[in-house]
């Protein structure tokens, strides 16, 4: 795949995350007033999950060697990537745990929650703004 083809998807992934992450936030907040009972947060949680462990492999796989290939910087770049990732990994497995072990969502859950949605924001932006930049990954 060239390097354009990769930034796309990369970025189209984003904005998938970016529509289920603003799911869960309705989702949580229903939960929180307690408009919702808690297996509607756990249904989207699961999702993203599955999504975003799909995303760190499309980035592993497809962007790093990318990165690698710019040259200059670029292995030193792929290797954050990666060290990211393996943060981002145990973020996202400590949270499947506490909601698999709580049974219903709480309120900590919740706030666990909404604060991996932001991590998760800011470090799409975060990429968009540098490693996906367009004069960074470009084809020539
Ligand atoms: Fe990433
Ligand atoms: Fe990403």
Request: proline letters at 0%; a negative charge; charged letters at 35%.
């Given at each position: 795949m060239k390097p354009e083809e990769t930034r796309q998807r990369v970025i189209e992934e984003h904005e998938k995350i970016r529509e289920l992450l603003g799911e869960i936030d309705r989702a949580n907040?229903?939960?929180?007033?307690?408009?919702?009972?808690?297996?509607?947060?756990?249904?989207?949680?699961?999702?993203?999950?599955?999504?975003?462990?799909?995303?760190?492999?499309?980035?592993?796989s497809l962007l790093a060697p990318a990165l690698v290939a710019l040259g200059d910087g670029g292995p030193w770049l792929a290797e954050r990537l990666h060290r990211e990732h393996r943060e981002q990994r145990a973020t996202l497995i400590a949270l499947v745990e506490l909601i698999e072990q709580a049974g219903q969502p709480s309120a900590r859950i919740v706030d666990e929650l909404h604060?991996?949605?932001?991590?998760v924001r800011?470090?799409?932006?975060?990429?968009?703004?540098?490693?996906?930049?367009?004069?960074?990954?470009?084809?020539?």
């Open positions: 907040e229903r939960f929180a007033q307690g408009s919702a009972d808690g297996s509607e947060v756990r249904e989207l949680a699961a999702g993203l999950f599955e999504v975003f462990a799909a995303h760190l492999a499309l980035e592993d604060k991996f949605s932001d991590a800011n470090d799409m932006q975060h990429e968009e703004e540098t490693i996906l930049r367009e004069d960074v990954l470009s084809d020539c």
